[in-house]
Every structure is written in structure tokens, then in C-alpha cells.
């Protein structure tokens, strides 16, 4: 199946610094991706639609300031928590869609996750 | 909107005994539904979809799921459960085709007691 990778997998940084998380589609191209969010045990949220030359679609509540997304390349997209604070600490999973196999109920394809602690 | 309901937010069987998620959804149009899994500190799997299709999706592991429209849910189930089944499961929902955003239920772990 198609592989969606995330980096880093772990990160540990202090607070008032800037982190930046890739998710990378390696074998599809994805017009779209999605930027979640997981706090311990719970849900993913979702926090934005990454569009590929376009401007980030963010769900209500979601900082766009905090949370900057670039979507420059088709299998390429980047989420970056600017300012980090401890509150940020999170597991964020990107997903992306295979752009031409998307196909009724198109399978979205998760990255490992990235583990983002904040000191 | 969608919306997902998971009941039960920890399930626990032993190993051999059948598996039972349960996943009520909220769509205002036709829905695509599916189930992830999730081991820890990874990304989701997806165990199967539904598409409009068969009401009777399989998928992977030896899993399957109803599609009940009357009932509104998409019970995710499993005859014999494994120790490798241990792992949070989320139902999901998204309106349309091609993969548009999910909504995710709350999620249900699992613990196989051996």
C-alpha cells in the first residue's frame, strides 16, 4: 500500500522555539492532505486541510498564526508550531489521499505520528 | 455535519473470545464509514470501509463490519480475538467521495486477556 512518512518521529524542544513536522507521501502524489491532532488518550482532531499550492483550510479554534502549513509540492507538506508552549505538546499524524487513485471513499493514508514535547 | 459515536471506551476479551466495537454515526447524506487501528505511537491502519457497496465489509486481520442504515451503526467485529489484536480502534466517517476530511469517534481500546 502507499506510504506516508512523518518527521521527525520524536521532538523534544523549548518553549518559545519553532519546530517544524514534515509528512512526506513517498510512492503518491496528494493534492490534499490533514493535519491532526491526538492528546493522551483521546481522538484525532483535525486541525487544517493542507491544499498543494494553496492556501491551508484551518477547522475552527485552530490558531492559523500557531500553526503554519505549507503544501509546496505534491508530496510534500509541512506543518510548523511557531512559539511552542508545554500546552502544545501532542502526537500530530498527517493523512494524505492519493491524488489519482481517490476513488470512491478514497483510502486517506496515515503517516507514524510525530511526538512533539514542549519544554 | 457527521458526527461518530464509539460505545465503551475500553473493551476487554480474552483471547479466543469474539471481538465487539461498537460505532454509531451521524451523517446528513449517504456515508462512507471506516474503522482504524492504532498500536502505540503510531498512525492509523485501516482495518476496512464502507462505500455504498456490500452492507457487509471485510477486512483485514479476520475483521469485518455491518453497515445497519436503520440502526445508523457500523459494529466492527471479530470471531476469535488475538493477543496482536491490543490496540485502540476509532471509527470514522466522511461525507461524500474521495476521501474528504473524517470524523473520528472517540476510539476503543482493547486488551486481550490471554
Known amino acids: 500500500g502507499a506510504v506516508v512518512s512523518q518527521h521527525p518521529s520524536w521532538v523534544i524542544c523549548k518553549s518559545g522555539t519553532s519546530v517544524k513536522i514534515e509528512c512526506r507521501s513517498l510512492?503518491?502524489?496528494?493534492?490534499?492532505m490533514f493535519w491532526y491532532r491526538q492528546f493522551p488518550k483521546q481522538s484525532l482532531m483535525l486541525m487544517a486541510t493542507?491544499?498543494?499550492?494553496?492556501?491551508?483550510?484551518?477547522e475552527q479554534g485552530v490558531e492559523k498564526d500557531k500553526f503554519l502549513i505549507n503544501h509546496a509540492s505534491l508530496t510534500l507538506s509541512t506543518l510548523t508550531v511557531t512559539s511552542a508552549h508545554p500546552e502544545d505538546s501532542s502526537f500530530y499524524i498527517c493523512?494524505?489521499?492519493?491524488?489519482?487513485?481517490?476513488?470512491?471513499?478514497?483510502?486517506?493514508?496515515f503517516g507514524e505520528g510525530s511526538r512533539l514535547t514542549v519544554l | 455535519a457527521q458526527s461518530v459515536t464509539q460505545l465503551g471506551s475500553h473493551v476487554s476479551v480474552s483471547e479466543g473470545a469474539l471481538v465487539l466495537l461498537r460505532c454509531n454515526y451521524s451523517?446528513?447524506?449517504?456515508?462512507?464509514l471506516f474503522w482504524y487501528v492504532q498500536y502505540p505511537n503510531q498512525g492509523l491502519q485501516l482495518l476496512l470501509k464502507?462505500?455504498?457497496?456490500?452492507?457487509l465489509v471485510k477486512g483485514i486481520n479476520g475483521f469485518e463490519a455491518e453497515f445497519k442504515k436503520s440502526e445508523t451503526s457500523f459494529h466492527l467485529t471479530k470471531p476469535s480475538a488475538h493477543m496482536s489484536d491490543a490496540a485502540e480502534y476509532f471509527c470514522?466517517?466522511?461525507?461524500?467521495?474521495?476521501?474528504?476530511?473524517?470524523?473520528f469517534g472517540g476510539g476503543t481500546r482493547v486488551l486481550v486477556k490471554p
Open positions: 493523512s494524505a489521499r492519493d491524488t489519482l487513485r481517490g476513488g470512491a471513499g478514497g483510502e486517506l493514508f
Open positions: 470514522a466517517v466522511s461525507e461524500g467521495a474521495a476521501g474528504n476530511k473524517l470524523t
Open positions: 510512492d503518491f502524489q496528494a493534492t490534499t
Open positions: 464502507y462505500t455504498s457497496a456490500a452492507t
Open positions: 493542507s491544499n498543494e499550492g494553496s492556501k491551508a483550510t484551518y
Open positions: 451523517s446528513s447524506v449517504p456515508p462512507y
